[in-house]
């Protein structure tokens, strides 16, 4: 028991820093943050771009994370808000032309880190893993909201 505690936690925070230092080298290098990559690649699977609310559920960031991130993401020229209906977080956020060729070259470096890191693993390896992982995720969301948060 103590074996299984100790080796998934340790894969876990392993795999989140390789990640993170991934993403912050590979913005770096086009002047951005690590942080912006999942807006990016969000909004660049999403044409038609997504409200602050959407981003915040495809990026599993807050909404006030989120504010931040799209704001210097608008302050670099990557992307802009529909303001249409006046209200700011059910307005599409959306790519610039700058901006969806930057989430194209953030795309493409995705692919290829995923190709490397996936390496060695089948594809129902791969499906079996992503499965197994989102069980252990909505169990221990379960067990989470037991908790008394105060």
Request: aromatic share 6%; hydrophobic share 35%; glycine share 10%.
């Amino acid at each position: 028991m103590e074996q299984r505690y100790t080796t998934f936690s340790l894969l876990l925070i392993n795999i989140t820093r390789c990640v993170q230092r991934i993403k912050n080298v590979e913005m770096a290098a086009l002047g951005l943050k690590g942080k912006q990559v999942q807006c990016l690649f969000a909004l660049y699977n999403s044409p038609a771009g997504a409200s602050f609310t959407r981003l915040c559920e495809i990026c599993g960031e807050d909404k006030g994370m989120m504010s931040r991130t799209v704001k210097e993401l608008t302050e670099a020229g990557l992307v802009y808000t529909d303001a249409a209906g006046g209200r700011k977080y059910k307005n599409p956020v959306l790519l610039t032309e700058q901006g969806a060729q930057v989430a194209g070259v953030v795309a493409e470096k995705i692919s290829a880190i995923l190709e490397k890191g996936s390496c060695g693993i089948s594809d129902g390896e791969r499906e079996r893993l992503y499965r197994s992982l989102g069980i252990i995720s909505e169990n221990l969301t379960e067990i989470c909201k037991t908790y008394d948060l105060k």
